[in-house]
Each structure stands twice: as structure tokens, then as C-alpha cells.
């Protein structure tokens, strides 16, 4: 019954955060990429987080698992690799 009433207080919580900060978002551009404006370290920790989720996360543990300490080098070459993107690029 505990994770029910947990999940669904996140779920009022996350619809009640989208009700009140839906009047920022003009138009499309300040929706998908909050209008041009976030900093070099915002935009590089959100792709690092969008690339770098659960399903990476989960699926290298995996490989680990498998392949020993190769398969924890994809994920370190990638995650640095995006650092380094993110910094060059997002500026």
C-alpha cells in the first residue's frame, strides 16, 4: 500500500509542478530548450543526465557483469566524451 500512496504523491506533485510553471513557456523554443538561456554547466549536466540514464546505466552494469572491466569503459568513454562535447559545443 506504501508505494502506492508514494507514487501517486509524485504523480499530484510532478501534474501540480507542471500547472504552475506552464505560463513560462511562451512558445515552443522556450519549452524544448528553455529559450536559449541556460548556462554551459545546465546544458551539459542535461545531456549527460538524457544520455546517461537507467537504461545506460542498467544495461552497462550488465556488460560489466558479462565482460568484466571492459564493459565499464563504455560508459566512462561515453561520459567523458559528452563532458568534453557539452563544454565545446554548448557555449
Known amino acids: 500500500m506504501l508505494p502506492l500512496v508514494i507514487v501517486i504523491i509524485y504523480f499530484v506533485a510532478m501534474i501540480g509542478l507542471g500547472l504552475t510553471t ?9 519549452f524544448f530548450v528553455a529559450g ?4 554551459t554547466l545546465f546544458i551539459t549536466g542535461s545531456l549527460l543526465a538524457t544520455i546517461i540514464g537507467a537504461s545506460a546505466t542498467l544495461g ?19 561520459s567523458v566524451g559528452l563532458i568534453i562535447l557539452g563544454f565545446l559545443f554548448c557555449p
Open 36 to 39: 536559449r538561456s541556460g548556462s
Open 60 to 78: 552497462m552494469a550488465g556488460l560489466g557483469f558479462t565482460r568484466g572491466l571492459t564493459g565499464a569503459w563504455w560508459i566512462l568513454a561515453g
Open 22 to 30: 506552464r505560463k513560462q513557456a511562451k512558445n515552443a523554443g522556450s
